[in-house]
Nanobody, 122 residues
Framework: VQLQASGGGLVQPGGSLKLSCEAS????????MGWFRQAPGKMRKLVAN????????DYRESVKGRFAVSRDNLKNTVYLQMNSLKPEDTAVYYC????????????????WGQGTQVTVSS
């Protein structure tokens, strides 16, 4: 299973970016998908995620009201719309997917994307 992230870049404070991440490979079922980020010298932290149906989302407090996570289950793709970006949002953003290998799998596996750099600076 591979995840390919895209959409990062350099943006001025107050600007917007949209990240995309497509999961591909042999997966019986994809469960939770979402995004973490890691700033230099800091631990990787959850930004946002959502369950398969999209009805259950979770955001870190600092991005609530500015970021929106969504997904297209037919494409196994998760998105992160980032608005009103701040310098403190600067980080490498990693997408992930929790998935089951088969119908009889008793646990989910987690795969990560390669990371995409988001830099917010004037």
């Amino acid at each position: 299973v591979q995840l390919q992230a895209s959409g990062g870049g350099l943006v001025q404070p107050g600007g917007s970016l949209k990240l995309s991440c497509e999961a591909s490979g042999s997966m019986f079922k994809v469960d939770s998908m979402g995004w973490f980020r890691q700033a230099p010298g800091k631990m990787r932290k959850l930004v946002a995620n959502l369950n398969f149906g999209g009805g259950n989302t979770d955001y870190r407090e600092s991005v609530k009201g500015r970021f929106a996570v969504s997904r297209d289950n037919l494409k196994n793709t998760v998105y992160l719309q980032m608005n009103s970006l701040k310098p403190e949002d600067t980080a490498v953003y990693y997408c992930y997917s929790d998935w089951a290998q088969s119908a009889t799998s008793s646990f989910l596996r987690r795969s990560w994307g390669q990371g995409t750099q988001v830099t917010v600076s004037s």
